[in-house]
């Protein structure tokens, strides 16, 4: 602790700043890689009409603690770099608007990642599966039918415009869908 009263008000600043931001970021770290961490405070209940997706948010909590972890650091290394207090204190918020700007960034293209779950089931078109629940002949009763659709096995309604029923374990292909999102298959050879 000697080094520490000997240095002057103005590193000591830094000095604690930087502690308690490295703190605060090595907490933030271990609970976002735990997966219990969140972007607010307290709770919101709120209903949403629309989905208008993720937007850009340069102000979270995260953002801030990466902005005071960053700042205290460079401040730092500026400090011993020889540097004046005005052109530390430059380049240390230049520094901690950077790594802002960063992690903003980096989240609003990995919240883009998520996908909707809604099943489109234009997407069945073309795909081959395999009779699950026989499908009676020229429409005349529903059957079941497992397809992989949108990276997942998935059962669905299906009909048919074959001659004869399609039986369990029968291959088929998707070449239509409904309206009302009932698929059309026919036989696989």
């Known amino acids: 602790m000697e080094w520490f009263t000997e240095l002057p008000s103005f590193l000591k600043t830094y000095w604690i700043i930087t502690i308690v931001s490295t703190f605060l970021f090595l907490i933030v770290l271990i ?48 400090s011993d770099a020889g540097y004046s207090n005005p052109v530390i204190i430059a380049i240390s918020i230049f520094c901690g608007l950077a790594m802002m700007t960063v992690m903003a960034t980096m989240f609003y293209y990995i919240s883009k990642l998520n996908s909707s779950g809604t099943l489109k089931m234009q997407n069945a078109l073309n795909a081959i599966g395999e009779v699950y629940l026989t499908v009676g002949a020229n429409r005349s009763k529903i059957g079941k039918v497992q397809i992989k659709v949108q990276g997942a096995l998935r059962e ?34």
Do not use: C, R, Y
């Not at 709120?46 to 909590?61: M, P």
């Not at 998707?174 to 698929?183: C, D, K, M, R």
């Open 31 to 78: 609970s976002t890689v735990m997966g219990t961490d969140s972007d607010d405070i307290g709770d919101v209940d709120a209903e949403i009409d629309a989905d208008t997706g993720a937007s850009f948010q340069f102000f979270t909590v995260k953002n801030l603690v990466a902005f005071f972890t960053i700042f205290g650091w460079s401040g730092i290394a500026s």
């Open 156 to 189: 669905l309604e299906a009909l048919t415009d074959a001659d004869k029923d399609l039986k369990q374990g029968n291959v088929i292909k998707v070449i239509e869908v409904t309206n009302n999102g009932i698929l059309i298959i026919e036989p696989q050879k």
